[in-house]
């Protein structure tokens, strides 16, 4: 399969490459290894680290494979909810955050997630 991948980037305009990377690493993911598919995002993301599209379909992956036995949603989620974002982007990893912790987790899974948000938050003001 990766020669398929490598033979798609070859013939697609370049303002293509990111997107059937994208979609071939989900493909990893569901169809092939996870590990693949991981190894591929994770190049991408380091590419394109602001990317939150990205991250979200990654992210999305990690918690499929999660409901089936997977361990790294979480690690995901503390790795984005780490990064400096905008405000918007935050505030959209908070409540997908809180919305996995509520669906997946216990109680006080979810009381860390809104403690972080609200640690965020106070920081954010500390800065302005």
Do not use: C
């Amino acid at each position: 399969m990766q020669e398929l991948l490598s033979e798609a980037v070859k013939r697609l305009p370049r303002n293509k490459h990111l997107e059937v990377t994208s979609k071939f690493a989900q493909l990893e993911f569901s169809l092939g290894s996870p590990e693949r598919g991981r190894t591929i995002f994770e190049g991408i993301v380091a590419a394109y680290p602001k990317k939150l599209d990205i991250w979200n379909v990654y992210l999305d992956q990690e918690v499929k494979l999660y409901a089936h036995g997977g361990r790294r949603a979480r690690q995901l989620f503390e790795r984005l909810v780490s990064m400096k974002l905008s405000t918007k982007k935050m505030k959209f990893l908070f409540k997908k955050y809180l919305a996995f912790e509520s669906k997946h987790g216990s109680v006080a899974r979810q009381e860390a997630v809104k403690q972080m948000a609200r640690d965020w938050v106070a920081a954010r003001e500390e800065e302005e």
